[in-house]
C-alpha cells in the first residue's frame, strides 16, 4: 500500500498494492496499522456508507459543523472526480481544495481528515462510491457549500450542467460557511 501526500498534507491519497491474475485481482482495501502510521495518529471508523449516481451528478459540498468526519473515500464502480476543500481557519491551507480521480480501475482512496468539505462528481456512466466515517451522520449538523463558489475556484470537470440535489443548489457560499476554528 502505498499513501502520499496531496497538496494538502493531511489529505492522503492511498494506492493499493493489486495481485492480479487470469482469475482477477485481490488487495487489501484497509488496514489499521499502516493507515494509523500515515495519518500519524489512530482514528476508529464507526460508520460505512455506498451512494450510487448516475453520470453528470455532482454531490457536495457535504460537511459537519460538530460531530466532523473524517472519511475515507473511494470509487467501486466507475470514476470519480473527488474534492476536498480545508475549512480548518488555523490550517496554512484554509479555503484551498484537493481532488483526486477515484475509479474502480485505479482502486485510489483518499483520506479526508476531519475539518473538511467533500464533494465528487460523476465521470463515467454510473458509479459506486463507498466511504468509511470516524463519526455518524447527523443531519442537524451537516451543512453544505455550493459547489460552484467562485472564491474557491474548484476546476470541476463539467461536460455541460451538472445534475445537483435542492439541497445542494441551495449551499451556502464559502464566506458564509461555518468553519472550524
Known sequence: MKI??????????????????????FFESFRQD????????????????????SGGVLRGLHYQIEHA?????????????DVAVDLRRHSPHF??????????ENKRQLWIPPGFAHGFLVLSDVAEFVY??????????ERCIRWDDPSL?????LQGEPLVSPKDAAGVSFAEADCYD
Open 4 to 25: 502520499t501526500d496531496t497538496r494538502i498534507p493531511d489529505v492522503k491519497l492511498i494506492e493499493p498494492l493489486v495481485f492480479g491474475d487470469e482469475r482477477g485481482f
Open 34 to 53: 499502516l493507515f494509523d502510521a500515515a495519518i500519524g495518529g489512530h482514528t476508529d471508523f464507526v460508520q460505512d456508507n455506498h451512494s450510487r449516481s
Open 69 to 81: 468526519q473524517g472519511k475515507l473515500v473511494r470509487a467501486v464502480v466507475g470514476e470519480v472526480f
Open 132 to 141: 468509511k466515517t470516524n463519526d455518524v451522520w447527523l443531519p442537524e449538523h
Open 153 to 157: 475556484e474548484i476546476t470541476w470537470p
Open 95 to 104: 479555503g484551498q481544495w484537493v481532488s483526486a480521480l477515484l475509479s474502480a
